[in-house]
């Protein structure tokens, strides 16, 4: 067990629609990452909170938003979802810097 | 620009055969490079990272600055080996992971 959890495991909706996925990193990580994996395109880095704080943004669509709570939990939202959308999408945390410790996913199926 | 490749999507071999999983890197500083490992689903866990130059579940990589590259590799493959393997390199103190190699062992 990495000690960083995520919520829902798997989450099923519609096109257009708009979800949340939940992450607590693990206890005294400060950086919460988050990655999509999908089978096209591999696994992609879409942004990164530091203690409450954007740090580092990547692929991530505007229809996606992220933010890192007081509690250092982190919210992924994605918004006007299409079937594209449909992965895996990972959080991971790091107290700083790098190794990187993974949450077991949430799975996003968009029918 | 900063990359990972790993070349092969699938790589696979019989138990006991001897495994080379590929990792080409491009980056303009002095890289860390990570392997991290994913068992059917699961969560996707560290498996090696160069600058500790330890061996984990038999699993070795050197890193070739002259070849940009971080070979993994075990002498002896066995059936639970069998797993998604992503090559990493930080930038700063994000990822960036290659596109995977799938192997399989069989028995």
């Known amino acids: 067990d990495s000690g960083v959890t995520q919520t829902p495991k798997h989450l099923i909706t519609a096109t257009g629609q708009r979800v949340t996925l939940r992450c607590s990193p693990r206890?005294?990580?400060?950086?919460v990452y988050w990655y999509q994996q999908s089978l096209d395109q591999g696994l992609q880095f879409l942004i990164q909170?530091?203690?409450?704080?954007?740090?580092a943004k990547g692929n991530i669509l505007e229809r996606f938003s992220a933010q890192q709570f007081p509690d250092l939990h982190s919210e992924l939202n994605l918004s006007s979802l299409e079937l594209g959308d449909s992965a895996l999408y990972f959080c991971?945390?790091?107290?700083?810097?790098?190794?990187?410790?993974f949450g077991n996913g949430t799975r996003l199926t968009v029918t | 620009a900063q990359r990972v490749t790993q070349p092969e999507k699938l790589l696979s071999v019989f138990k006991g055969a001897p495994v080379e999983l590929k990792c080409n890197y491009s980056y303009s500083g002095s890289p860390e490079l990570f392997w991290y490992v994913q068992y059917s689903r699961q969560r996707l866990q560290l498996l090696l990272r160069h600058i500790s130059r330890e061996s984990i579940k038999g699993f070795t990589a050197d890193l070739n600055k002259g070849e940009t590259s971080f070979h993994l590799k075990k002498p002896f493959a066995q059936e639970e080996d069998s797993a998604m393997y992503y090559c990493?390199?930080?930038?700063?103190?994000?990822?960036?992971f290659g596109t995977g190699t799938r192997l399989q062992v069989f028995p």
């Open positions: 206890s005294g990580d400060l950086s």
């Open positions: 909170y530091y203690n409450g704080e954007e740090r």
């Open positions: 991971a945390s790091s107290v700083t810097g790098l190794p990187l410790h």
């Open positions: 990493a390199l930080s930038n700063t103190d994000k990822l960036i």
